[in-house]
Every structure is written in C-alpha cells, then in structure tokens.
C-alpha cells in the first residue's frame, strides 16, 4: 500500500535560518512526489515536484526538495526562512503505475518561523 | 493565472440533508478530483473524474456520494443524506491533459458543518 509519513508535527526556526521539512514515502516502484503548503482558511497551494531526472528539484518562493530514492525520501528546504513561510506543508505521493492521479497525503507538518 | 474556485466556502447542514458542493476547474483541465480533509486529520482523496465519468474512488466514497459534471465548467460533489462524521474541508482539484504526473491544483475548500 502507499503511504507517506512526515515525521514531525511542528519544525520551528528562527528567520534567517535554514529550514527542512521531512517526507519519507512507501510505494512499490518510482513515485512521483509532491509538496504543497496550506496558509490558514486557504487551500493547498502546489510548491513543487518530483518526477525524474535531478534528484534536486526547485519551486516555488525559493523552495527545494531532494529525491533520495535509497532512503525513499523527498526533504523540503529553503536556505533562509522567512516569517511568512509559517504555514502547513503536506508532501503527497502518486504511484506511476496510477492513471487516476490520486494523491496520498502525508499528515502535515506546522512550520513556524519565528523573527 | 487561472485557478480553482468553489463555492459555497461554509455550509452549515442538518444531519440527514442533501448537500451540493461545488467546483469550478481551471477551463483546459480534463481531470477532476475531490478530497476531505478532516480538522486536524490528513487530505484524504475521494473520487477521481476523467471523460465523464468515475476513474477511481476510495472506500469513504459510498453511495451517499455522488459527482456530476452538468455543464462545461462545474464538477459537484453531492452528499445525499450527510452524517455528523461528514463534517470536513472539501477540496476540489483539477490537473491538465498528460496524466498522473500533471500537477493537481487545488481550491480554497468548501468548509461543511453538519449538525
């Protein structure tokens, strides 16, 4: 079965600091792997994705994320966190082997910058 | 840039009533989704949507639920007779034409309270 964990309900940093959000992921064969973050009453907002080639994949507002597949992860990180980075980031996977395009979701984790 | 919208964004409902939600997708998209997400819980997919009619669904996906897509441009999510534990954001989501690794991208989310 497909799953996806996320390890840590809350990351909090200091602005300025480096940040790093973990996702670790269960599926049988090559995932494709997302990010999405959720500021509050908002929907979920696409950040980036993994689909092939460099494991090191960048998005949006300076985000990035690395493909380990030996460790079937996919951390997100940002160099200098910004206050308005706190929000809820979900990482999401979806099996290549779908043709329906269902995503499974990771519990979510609470990033808080702190100035 | 295009986006998803829905509508209503809260809905409060009676315990044994009907509920629409609905959705309208970025125009060239041709794949649809609704997912739940439950306060406090994980996104949890519903029902995926492709050439008028269902790609896959999950196991909370009963015969309570239905979807349509009645025109060109809306896709809605019906709850025939809704139950306390159907009380969750609902997220609409539309991804283009090239398959399971097109991104999904989402709308703001129909709050629904049943009472």
């Known amino acids: 079965a497909q799953s996806v964990a996320q390890p840590e309900d809350q990351v909090n940093v200091a602005e300025g600091n480096p940040l790093t959000v973990k996702c670790t992921y269960s599926v049988s064969g090559n995932p494709y792997l997302f990010w999405y973050v959720q500021y509050p009453n908002r929907g979920l907002q696409f950040l980036l994705k993994?689909?092939?080639?460099?494991?090191l994949v960048k998005g949006s507002y300076g985000f990035e994320a690395e493909f380990n597949k030996s460790q079937t992860s996919f951390h997100l990180k940002k160099p200098s966190a910004l206050v308005s980075d706190s929000a809820l980031y979900f990482c999401?996977?979806?099996?290549?082997?779908?043709?329906?395009?269902?995503?499974?979701f990771g519990q979510g984790t609470t990033l808080q910058v702190k100035p | 840039e295009p986006e998803v919208t829905q509508t209503p964004s809260h809905q409060v409902t009676q315990m044994g009533q009907e509920v629409i939600l609905r959705c309208v997708p970025i125009s060239n998209h041709l794949y649809f989704y609704w997912y739940r997400q439950i306060l406090g819980q994980k996104v949890e997919f519903l029902v995926s949507f492709y050439n008028n009619e269902i790609s896959e669904k999950s196991e909370i996906f009963d015969d309570q639920f239905s979807v349509e897509r009645p025109d060109g441009s809306n896709f809605t999510l019906k709850i025939r007779s809704t139950k306390l534990e159907d009380s969750a954001m609902y997220f609409c989501a539309s991804s283009g034409q090239s398959g399971p690794q097109e991104t999904q991208y989402f709308g703001p989310g129909t709050r629904l309270l049943v009472l």
């Open positions: 999401a996977v979806r099996g290549r082997s779908s043709n329906t395009g269902k995503l499974i």
């Open positions: 993994y689909i092939t080639g460099d494991n």
